[in-house]
């Protein structure tokens, strides 16, 4: 739990709830490294899987919809700064 805190950048304590919500909505599971049991490890479960799949799908539907907002020269643009940002992030990685 230490390291996922860490890793999202809040304390344990702000973790925890979450986590333990996630698991009453059988979206996360834990289970015990079985060559260490004091590790504890988190699963995304089926339904968390396709849960986020949906957010996701929504979340993708509902920024086509603010695009299709944009005049032609702004989105022209935009393709143009996000090519630029890829091609950095390649010659980074």
Known sequence: MSELADEMRISKQQLTPLIRKLIEC?????????????????????????????????????????LKELPVAELDELGQMLKRILDILKSVC
């Open 26 to 66: 059988k979206m996360l599971s834990r289970k015990t490294d079985p060559d260490d049991r004091r590790i504890v490890r988190l699963e995304v479960t089926k339904i968390g899987r396709s849960t986020l799949e949906d957010l996701f799908n929504e979340l993708k539907m509902a920024l086509v919809e603010k």
